[in-house]
């Protein structure tokens, strides 16, 4: 079976991307200020005009009173101001929340890259399936590729064993299209899959 598909207007599939295939801690962390950073925002979207002076007059006096101000960055200032107002959750609990729903996180305004910057690859699903009576792990990972989500099925037994993935079969334009083909595949498709990036 071959692990590499071109599906009419997404162009040719790249070679296997290198790296682990997995989010990585560091971009984790990344996500999760990019999430902080969003509230803050929609925060100071919602100040009337009039609201900002005597808001930043606030911010600037917590600022210094816990010694993070910057007279030269007053919006640096105002955003660590309104980050300690908001009920923010910890990187933990926010972490639980994108493990549990990753596919909304992504659509709730994950900040994708410019047409032409590739993004780093993110799991979206999660499959188990049976192959030689051993449980393994099929999720999908998907990543931004210009104007459209390409993916992979990486497959693991466990999370700290080494896995096997194919190469990235997956081209659309809407993730949730892509995640939905992921979804229908058969058991019996997955471990085809399998059988092919393992011999």
Known sequence: MRTQVDRGGCGTPRAGRGGEGSTSASALRRQYAEYCR????????LVP??????????????AVGVGLHESKDPMATLHRFCRELLPLPSFEVWLTDYESHRLAHLK??????????????????????E???????????????????RGYIRFHRGVTDPHVRTGDIFCEEELQDLRHRFLTFTSTTLVAFLRSVLS
């Open 131 to 149: 192959h030689d009576s051993i449980r393994w792990r099929a999720s999908l990972d998907v990543f931004r590729d210009g104007d459209l989500w």
């Open 49 to 62: 005009r009039e609201g900002i002076r005597p808001l930043y007059r606030q911010a600037r006096e917590w």
């Open 108 to 129: 709730a305004g994950t900040t994708y890259p410019h047409v032409g910057e590739p993004s780093e690859p993110v799991t979206v699903a999660l499959r188990e399936v």
């Open 38 to 45: 969003r509230q803050t925002v929609g925060l100071l979207e």
